[in-house]
T-cell receptor, first 117, second 112 residues
Framework: AQSVTQLGSHVSVSEGALVLLRCNYS??????LFWYVQYPNQGLQLLLK??????LVKGINGFEAEFKKSETSFHLTKPSAHMSDAAEYFC???????????????FGRGTQLTVWP | EAQVTQNPRYLITVTGKKLTVTCSQN?????MSWYRQDPGLGLRQIYY???????DKGDVPEGYKVSRKEKRNFPLILESPSPNQTSLYFC???????????FGDGTRLSIL
């Protein structure tokens, strides 16, 4: 089974500051990687995903993430935070990806992002 | 519009009274899954289904049942609910288990 670690259950930044949310996974085989965002009283929405190809992935709302195999990391960044970015963010990792029909997703515990004016 | 629909959105009930949370998707997805979300624990998978008539346990299946008789529906059944099942529940679907999942808006269950 995969293990997904999100460092920091709460992150606070000022509006306009860099957002960095950390995610590390345990797989020795490069999995598929995802970031989801959850706004209050809503379900999860996909922000971005990495499957193959370029290791720097761009998502919606100006977010991007970089897959670093050597560090088993997939950190989420945004150059300039906006008040509307305040939400909970979840990193998710698949196991047995790469075309396997048996794969499933494992989620981290989430990071609550607060943006101060 | 592509969507996953859960009902009810909110439910307060009492210990031992059987309940069912329905989930339906209109994207012709093979894979469906149920999660519960608790503060500080993230999302934990309860059950999943790779296709019709095929279901399997996730990480926290105790106290829950599911069925997948048709592709679009995947109800979650609590035969004898207990207070420790008070939680926020999400249904999700995807083309395949390792692909991005589409989530419903959630069902908040309170069991007294």
């Amino acid at each position: 089974a995969q293990s997904v670690t999100q460092l920091g259950s709460h992150v606070s930044v000022s509006e306009g500051a860099l957002v960095l949310l950390r995610c590390n996974y345990s797989s020795s085989v490069p999995p598929y990687l995802f970031w989801y965002v959850q706004y209050p009283n809503q379900g999860l929405q996909l922000l971005l995903k990495y499957t193959t190809g370029a290791t720097l992935v761009k998502g919606i709302n100006g977010f991007e993430a970089e897959f670093k195999k050597s560090e088993t990391s997939f950190h989420l960044t945004k150059p300039s935070a906006h008040m509307s970015d305040a939400a909970e963010y979840f990193c998710a990792v698949s196991d047995l990806g790469r075309g396997s029909t048996l794969g499933r997703l494992y989620f981290g515990r989430g990071t609550q992002l607060t943006v101060w004016p | 519009e592509a969507q996953v629909t859960q009902n009810p959105r909110y439910l307060i009930t009492v210990t031992g009274k059987k309940l069912t949370v329905t989930c339906s998707q209109n994207m012709n997805h093979e894979y469906m899954s149920w999660y519960r979300q608790d503060p500080g624990l993230g999302l934990r998978q309860i059950y999943y289904s790779m296709n019709v008539e095929v279901t399997d346990k996730g990480d926290v299946p105790e106290g829950y049942k599911v069925s997948r008789k048709e592709k679009r529906n995947f109800p979650l059944i609590l035969e004898s609910p207990s207070p420790n099942q008070t939680s926020l529940y999400f249904c999700a679907s995807s083309v395949r288990g390792d692909q991005p999942q589409h989530f419903g808006d959630g069902t908040r269950l309170s069991i007294l």
